[in-house]
Nanobody, 121 residues
């Protein structure tokens, strides 16, 4: 059974940065991040394959968010820069056998518990 543990969320001002971490227990899954804002559907943010050679980032965060992977530490990072109020939400670490097509949720096999990110002045 794969386990995912998120950390690094919190409150940050607009324009600030946060780095989310996800520690995973099995290393043969693509690892990604989804988020859900209040009253909105869950949205795929980024995903990285097992080797780290393929990374997909949603258009809404492209140029601001970077996903990376350290398999020696069993950890995936989401570096979030130039944060905006619309980035506020619960961020979920996910695991899937392949990178979900279109960063959709239907091909996600495991979900973390989620961590809150709030961007506000």
């Amino acid at each position: 059974q794969l386990q995912l543990m998120e950390s690094g969320g919190g409150l940050v001002q607009p324009g600030g940065s946060l780095r989310l971490s996800c520690v995973f227990s099995l290393d043969y899954y693509a690892i990604g991040w989804f988020r859900q804002a209040p009253g909105k559907e869950r949205e795929g943010v980024a995903c990285i394959n097992v080797s780290g050679g393929t990374r997909i980032v949603s258009d809404s965060v492209k140029g601001r968010f970077t996903i990376s992977r350290d398999n020696a530490a069993n950890t995936v990072y989401l570096q979030m820069n130039n944060l905006k109020s619309e980035d506020t939400g619960v961020y979920y670490c996910t695991a899937s056998l392949i990178i979900p097509r279109g960063l959709g949720p239907s091909e996600v096999d495991y979900w973390g518990q989620g961590i809150q990110v709030t961007v506000s002045s």
